[in-house]
């Protein structure tokens, strides 16, 4: 029964790492997720024959049955606007889980001393069981701020303690370690208070609320990321404590995934993993563009004018943000943009890393009204294109269009790469309003010369040029 457990263990983590291949494109996504679901079903079967003898069936089964009454609504019926969250929250309950799991462990062998059935756990079982619980804890606490600030329950600006705020993290970092240092040194001396354990996963869990709380909104893609990254390394560690292969495994594919598109996604804006978690980004809240010190106004335009320039058009380039993921106008944009192409324009759609509130945000969208996946360009790819673009068309992105980024020293997100859509011969920027994006920083373009506002919801006004195109 054991060479079953192991075997079915290595197909489950197996098909994890091949349903994570099919991830790299939109067109195989969907069956990469299945795939690596059954992987997971695999492995929750080699674990209840791993149990057998335990003699707590009913707890598992209720478990299992509670997991998926909590899991299946929420993944079936949130809508794509509040994908993040619902990435954030179950990326919190997977970190969670791990430190109960160490919680767990620390009770069942009597504080680390002996196992009920008198053996001593080795060192590998302390120190994973120690790390799991507070890296665990820390991505749990925060990705429930991560959820509060995407879900706009908490502000998007950052909310921390000034100057002091490192320090207060350090301690807190100094604490949890402290009292894993007590536990493990308990442990070899015949076990040490279960309060100990609970003040390393309140320091823990209190350092995962003031390492998120001080970032910013413009951050927030690559702290769910990195939030990711540390569950899977948690789950590894607990995987190892429990003697657990599948989780062991699972764990550094996930560890190691999101370490990688963390660091990618920081370069995307060139900015340091340490400088975003040491927070301050996202929050300025700058001046509208200004010449001479006086404020300058928007130019509105209508469906109308914004049909005709880009029916004649020799190339548009449609800019998706977070204002067409609230809209839900993925499929209207589609709509447009066939009835351009059929005029004989054409049409690209420029991706930023960061675009939306997760990684990926807005590929997935446009995947879903099935635009070609050739047809959406990543900023590096498509920044060159727009010196030779007849009009560019901003569908509620704010923060990757800010060229304040490339000129600006004083600018809080000065130095991140944005998208180039300021050098377009005309650009189109399709608001419910002039308020600033998510980061809290105005956007000089929407002032410029070359620049029209067509204000409203983004699906009913791109539904109303679309109109316009048909009667051209």
Not at 369 to 391: H, I, L, P, Q
């Amino acid at each position: 029964m054991d060479n079953l457990v192991n075997i079915l263990y290595i197909i489950s983590f197996a098909l994890f790492i091949y349903g994570l291949m099919g991830l790299t494109g939109p067109k195989t996504a969907v069956r990469g997720n299945w795939i690596a679901a059954v992987g997971m079903g695999i492995a929750v079967v080699a674990t209840l024959i791993a149990v057998r003898d335990t003699g707590n069936w009913i707890l598992i089964v209720a478990g299992l049955l509670l997991g998926v009454a909590l899991g299946v609504p929420p993944a079936r019926f949130t809508k794509m606007t509040a994908m993040p969250q619902l990435v954030a929250a179950f990326n919190g309950v997977g970190g969670g889980t791990v430190a109960l799991i160490a919680w767990a462990e620390f009770i069942d062998t009597t504080g680390f001393s002996q196992f009920q059935h008198g053996e001593e756990p080795t060192v590998h079982i302390i120190v994973g069981s120690l790390f799991a619980a507070i890296i665990g804890s820390v991505s749990f606490w925060g990705s429930l701020i991560a959820f509060g600030k995407l879900q706009e329950i908490l502000p998007g600006k950052p909310i921390g303690l000034g100057r002091v705020q490192q320090l207060v993290n350090l301690l807190l970092l100094a604490a949890a370690i402290a009292a894993a240092v007590v536990i493990g040194l308990g442990a070899a001396d015949g076990g040490v208070s279960q309060w100990w354990m609970i003040g390393l996963l309140l320091a823990a869990g209190v350092l995962g609320l003031m390492v998120v709380l001080p970032i910013g909104g413009a951050d927030m893609p690559v702290v769910i990321s990195l939030l990711n990254a540390l569950t899977g390394l948690s789950a590894a560690a607990a995987g190892l404590a429990l003697n657990n292969t599948a989780m062991i495994v699972a764990g550094m594919i996930v560890g190691a995934s999101g370490t990688i598109l963390t660091n990618l996604m920081a370069k995307a804006m060139n900015r340091s993993i340490p400088a975003i978690v040491a927070g301050g980004f996202g929050g300025g809240g700058g001046a509208a563009a200004a010449a001479g010190g006086e404020q300058k106004q928007a130019k509105a335009t209508s469906a109308a004018d914004a049909a005709i320039q880009m029916a004649y058009a020799n190339q548009v380039i449609v800019v998706p943000g977070y204002g067409m993921a609230v809209a839900q106008a993925q499929h209207a944009v589609k709509e447009m943009a066939g009835l351009l192409e059929a005029k004989g324009v054409e049409v690209k759609y420029a991706i930023h890393p960061v675009a939306g509130r997760m990684p990926g945000h807005m590929n997935v969208l446009l995947a879903e009204a099935e635009v070609s996946y050739d047809a959406m360009k990543e900023m590096d790819e498509v920044n060159g294109e727009f010196a030779r673009t007849d009009v560019a068309l901003v569908i509620g992105a704010n923060d990757v269009t800010n060229p304040a980024a490339r000129e600006d020293s004083a600018s809080p997100i000065y130095g991140m790469p944005v998208l180039n859509v300021d050098q377009a011969k005309s650009v189109i920027v399709l608001k419910r309003s002039m308020n600033s994006g998510f980061a809290g920083i105005d956007n000089p373009l929407f002032y410029a010369d070359h620049t029209s506002m067509l204000f409203g919801d983004a699906k009913k006004s791109v539904g109303e040029v679309t109109e316009e195109l048909k009667a051209l």
